[in-house]
């Protein structure tokens, strides 16, 4: 049973949106956080954006002003909105989530910003 169930990626232009959605399952007690890192080839993993069940939010500086993390407690779900991409932001976007239990991290979606 996958722990962490992500949508929503796809190919876009520059310039272009897309809203990732990631649903934790109901066995998940508890979160603390939610949130979203990013892997492009050929480099590490980063912190994208991260939502506390209290509502505060952390972005990177890449992504400020484009992207909005927001989440909806009641479904256990988190969501990304991604506005004015561009090429850089290309990459497979994870799913993560904290919770008493430890760090849960989603299969991954392919995000590509391409003309």
């Known amino acids: 049973q996958e722990q962490l169930v992500e949508s929503g990626g796809g190919l876009v232009q520059p310039g272009g949106s897309l809203r990732l959605s990631c649903a934790a399952s109901t066995a998940i007690f508890r979160i603390y956080a939610m949130g979203w890192y990013r892997q492009a080839p050929g480099k590490q993993r980063e912190l994208v954006a991260t939502i506390t069940r209290g509502g505060n939010t952390k972005y990177a500086d890449s992504v400020k002003g484009r992207f909005t993390i927001s989440a909806d407690n009641a479904k256990n779900t988190v969501y990304l909105q991604m506005n004015s991409l561009k090429s850089e932001d290309t990459a497979v976007y994870y799913c993560?989530?904290?919770?008493?239990?430890?760090?849960?991290w989603g299969q991954g979606t392919q995000v590509t910003v391409s003309s």
């Open positions: 993560n989530c904290n919770a008493p239990g430890g760090d849960y």
